[in-house]
């Protein structure tokens, strides 16, 4: 009872007027930082939070919801309009999203993407206010095995991206890989491949990666062949979501609702792995399979969905048990700690007064972005109009804005150069781009946590599989891959081609 | 789904895929070089610092046989005709950026890129371009810079107003 | 395009007011751990205090400090408005990961707080106190996971001191190195590892909901309102103190260090700075200017030595 009762006079102080207009503001300014590639909601909070420092208690909370909220629909924006993801959780919308932009359909892409994140966030928030006890339970008894059982499972799927080949999926895949081994290795503190190099010590870095390969590899392959292929239809028919889309998004966003939001509540789950899941969920629920790959609105109300759903996920340890689980949850922290907060097991107890303000605070926010983003998406899809040649020049301008504010350094420009040439190769020999970038993500993660596990098991492998969860998710993961072979087996090649099984 | 193997015309030895071949081997081969310098303690995990990297390197050598069996088959997907010249432009651009951004600042830096840009799709010409960069660089400079406090490097141009 | 900047115009006219950032503080550590709950802290102190109008903290996390340490040196030579937090385990940092970049590049301004190492155990595990944790490393030392911070860290060295403390050989130590505090904390909720090493303040909320068990803390005297014996009190010789600092850019003015050392002991001596470090359990050690370079170069010395002892350094 009393937690209606305190979400009820929580939401009573958000819906103030002045309280909407701080909604509406922190939306607003969160959209614009957020735009920018390679600064994601973390950065764009932490850039965002001295403002909310000058408001009372009530208004800085809903402002800095805003701003979480507005900064990861910024880089959503950018990865379905221009093919530059602002953040690594908004690499698999570019994949379906920008090929419908390309296709004149960028209006109901960016309107799935953002009501897909609004249900999302919705659910997700009230699952968060009613089941966080539970789901943090099932979060904390993910242990090294079951982590690394979830990245090999993550890794089975993504071939869902892989296209036409395996040979080239394998490649690229692999090129990820060997990037996220650049660095120092968080077990021994020995520098991997860094070649002397003090700047590869830091490791590469996601964004500086997804922005160089998506688009400054695009800008150089479409300069390259004077724009052949890719002319860009920037509006056919409604700019609106048909009947048709509405009937195709909706189960993808409650599916990408209920695999984003307990990843995003584990420890070491990351918001990635959830839009990776998502993606190829969708993929292989489908009916109609020839449109992946080609701008197919399922591939992005999903992983979107899972993306916001994730979000809210991460509020879960953190306000239960005052476990930060991502750099954005812990820049929050800092927002709690200006009102003499200390997040930790007893914050829900001590602060229900502030807990369920910022819960809240963060739907109505949810809302905010809504009403700011649909009627503005007439207006975003204009960007496609601009001619080519400014269109890209635009482009290349913001791509490197949002490096060099991220990370004012020459080395890392010229890593972005290189990279950029590395996309243009892989454009050039149709090798698939989004597997190097879950490579780079998910590498890093499996060792360490594969490493981990045998560690403390003193160098038995069978902790691997120790307990339910971790056998689930490995018997998951060999589903994965022997259901496609099977439906190979049985003859049914046509869905098998899509499933992006190899040609030979 | 798009493109089909055109194994009819390209029957033949693709000396480019051949040379990502041989790319691939070389990759391999400095890992494991890189890596066996590196030396490992490998406690309790058995699996040390160095496991991952010959994994990895072991991979790249397969992928490499792999990709030079298709090339030799030429089952590699058929190229459009690519101009060299556009991406010269493009990759100038980003390159001045990227050495003039600590001297001459965000907007001139950024400036030159927008041109060359623009240059490489064909527009120009460059005296009016790189202009009409440059403003629209100090305006976004502007509002990043001074409205959000991003920390962008300065230059003679930022400082002559701010 | 130019209503897309119209918009952000308009937008960032509302916000202009707010900004008129003074202090740039880099804290070379993920969100959420040890420095970076420093550099906040400093945040809040200089705002509240008006020391500061504004004050900026970024991360630049990874290798003990050590990859923001580089990053710090090569970027914020000769400015003044930039700050660098760090602390002891960048001292062992540098010399696990043959740093090209050292302390002795920056410039110290001075030692802040000093926070003692304590080893937790979830509360349902069956080791009861330090005594039993010492067993149990006697019988077998690698059934013995130790959860914290990054690799040659003071987690890691305090393991290794213990370790040597009580007859073990430090090689043979089981340590799990975790990216952040909250990670290694989520391991120890979920019973992944058998104990916990790290500051106080990472475990502080935690012990006092009753999820963790203190089982000791690595001061010389026990600590008041800390209900925890002191290593050497259960038996192990081992005391540790895990420093935290602010330095400032190389390549400043003897002029620029004044005032910037004016700045952080104002700081220091705030009603602001005083009540934090009691809300977080933080030993004042402050220690400014000369007196905390000296002491600098006698803990690398010191730490040195003992990261040869317990085989982190060959």
Sequence with gaps: MTTFELLAHGLVVA??????????????LGTAVGVLPGIGPALTVALLLPVTYKLDPAGSLIMFAGIYYGGMYGGSTTSILLNTPGESSSIVTALEGNKMARAGRGGPALATAAIGSFVAGLLAT????????????????????????????????????????????????????????IGIDLQTGQARLAFGIPDLLDGVEVTTLAVALFAIGEALSVAATKGGDSTIQAIKGSVWMTREDWRRSWKPWLRGTAIGFPIGAMPAGGAEIGTFLS?????????????????????????????????????????????????TAAIMLAGFQQFGLQPGPLLFTSNPQLVWGLIASLLVANLMLLVLNLPLIGLWVKLLTIPTPWLYAGILMFATLGTIGANPSTFELGLLLAFGLLGYGLRRFHYPIAPVVVGLILGPLAEQQLRRAVAISQGDPSALFHSWIAVVLWLLAAAAVLVPLYLRWRGKDKILSQLGGDED | MSE?????????????????????????????????????????????????????????????IWTAFEAWRGDFPERERQEISPILWIVGGLAAQMLLLKTAGFSIATGLLFAATARAFGRGPLWKTIPLGTVLAYIVWVIFARGLSLSLPTGPLEHLLF | MKKFLLATIVASVMAIPAFAADYK?????????????????????????????????????????????????????????????????????????NSPVTLEQVTPIARLTGEYEVVVVPAASDIKDMAGLIAKLKADPGSVSWGGGSAGGTDHITAGLIAKAVGVDPTKVNYIAYSGGGEALAALLGNQ?????????????QVKAGTLRLLAISSEQPVAGIDA???KQAGVDVAIQNWRMVAAAPGISAEQKAAILA?????????AWQKILTDKGWENTYLAGDEFTAQLKKDTELTAGILKDIGLVK
């Design chain 3, 263 to 271: 700045d952080i002991e104002k700081m220091a001596k705030s009603a």
């Design chain 1, 15 to 28: 819906l103030q007027p002045m309280n909407l207009l701080y909604a509406l503001i922190g939306v607003t």
């Design chain 3, 229 to 231: 014996p002191t290593f």
């Design chain 3, 193 to 205: 590892v058998t104990a916990g090493i790290s500051g106080y303040g990472e475990f502080s909320e």
């Design chain 1, 279 to 327: 993606y190829s969920v969708e993929k292989q629920l489908t009916t109609k399979p020839e449109e992946f790959g080609n701008g197919a609105i399922e591939g992005v109300a999903g992983p979107e969905a899972a993306n916001n759903a994730s979000a809210a996920g991460t509020l879960v340890p953190l306000l239960t048990l005052g476990l930060p689980t991502t750099a």
């Design chain 3, 25 to 97: 503080i880099m804290a070379p550590a993920a969100p959420g751990g040890g420095w970076d709950q420093t550099a906040r802290s400093m945040q809040t102190a200089l705002q509240d205090e008006k020391i500061s109008g504004s004050v900026q903290v970024t991360n630049v996390p990874g290798a003990a400090g050590t990859i923001g340490l580089a990053q710090f040196v090569n970027q914020a030579n000769g400015d003044p408005s930039q700050l660098l937090v760090g602390g002891y385990v960048m001292v062992g940092g540098i010399l696990t990961n």
């Design chain 1, 126 to 181: 009230i699952g968060l206010a009613f089941v966080a006890p539970t789901v943090v339970k099932l979060a904390l008894s993910f242990g090294p095995a079951e982590y690394f059982a979830l990245m090999v499972l993550a890794f089975m799927t993504v071939s869902a991206a892989f296209g036409e080949s395996t040979l080239r999926g394998l490649t690229s895949l692999f090129i990820g890989l060997l990037l996220g081994l």
């Design chain 2, 4 to 64: 089909t193997p055109a194994k009819q015309t390209t029957r033949r030895p693709d000396w480019a895929a051949l040379a990502i071949a041989v790319i691939l081997a070389v990759v391999a081969a400095v890992v494991v070089w890189s890596t066996a310098r590196q030396g490992g303690a490998a406690s309790y995990a058995r699996i040390g610092p160095t496991t991952f990297p010959y994994v990895i390197a072991g991979a790249f050598f397969i992928l490499a």
